[in-house]
């Protein structure tokens, strides 16, 4: 099992440019998400899927979207990007989770991006 | 609304133990956990606590939960160089959809 998987693991981007971050993971999980991380601030939610077909906002979805075609695959999509999106960004996947049972979501490596 | 809080910044002696606290503001939350996330890794999960639970012991780490207080705390006994990381204390909500809340991130480091 590879797990999560990201690529790429840097990237520098000029204001305005567009790229794909991709994520893929091989646990035949229902769930996942897209998560950056700013320094001091933990990680935030962008967006989230519960199955393939299926995505919704998380808590800082502007500028970004997403796609889920299949289980394995939940490529993250930036538009215009602005500096304001210097980030390390973290694609995870989990199991729903079931009562009485703990949930864990499990991590990739991340992709440092930085947009000058 | 959902929060998780922590302290940024540990650094202890190698050998010593060391204590790392959280805060979380949702008493539903059922689960509670720390992650631990190396330079230049993602995160990945250290240990869990079930929220009926106010103690658990794994090796060299003990969670410590007051339910009442909505205090969590990992101990690390022995801390070693191989500690130093950055740890992430996250609580489980069920509301809508499954999801975890992370606090900041504390990083703890170990010096000779």
């Known amino acids: 099992n590879a797990g999560v998987t990201q690529t790429p693991k840097f990237r520098i981007l000029k204001i305005g440019q567009s790229m794909t971050l991709q994520c893929t993971q091989d646990m035949n999980h229902n769930y996942m998400y897209w998560y950056r991380q700013d320094p001091g601030m933990g990680l935030k939610l962008i967006y989230y899927?519960?199955?393939?077909?299926?995505?919704d906002k998380g808590e800082v979805p502007n500028g970004y979207n997403v796609s889920r075609s299949t289980t394995e695959d939940f490529p993250l999509r930036l538009e215009l990007a602005a500096p304001s999106q210097t980030s390390v960004y973290f694609c995870?996947?989990?199991?729903?989770?079931?009562?009485?049972?703990?949930?864990?979501?499990?991590f990739g490596p991340g992709t440092r991006l930085t947009v000058t | 609304g959902e929060d998780v809080e922590q302290s940024l910044f540990l650094s202890v002696r190698e050998g010593d133990s060391s204590v790392i606290n959280c805060t979380y503001t949702d008493s539903s939350s059922t689960y509670l956990y720390w992650y631990k996330q190396e330079p230049g890794a993602g995160l990945q999960l250290l240990t869990y606590?079930?929220?009926?639970?106010d103690m658990k012991q794994d090796q060299r780490l003990t969670v410590l939960l007051n339910k009442k207080d909505k205090h969590l705390s990992l101990r690390i006994a022995d801390t070693q160089t191989g500690d130093s990381a950055i740890y992430f204390c996250?609580?489980?909500?069920?509301?809508?959809?499954?999801?975890?809340?992370f606090g900041a991130g504390t990083r703890l480091a170990v010096h000779p």
């Open positions: 996250a609580a489980f909500f069920s509301g809508g959809y499954n999801k975890l809340i």
């Open positions: 899927s519960v199955g393939a077909g299926i995505t």
């Open positions: 995870a996947s989990s199991y729903p989770g079931l009562a009485g049972g703990p949930y864990e979501q499990y």
């Open positions: 606590i079930f929220s009926n639970m």
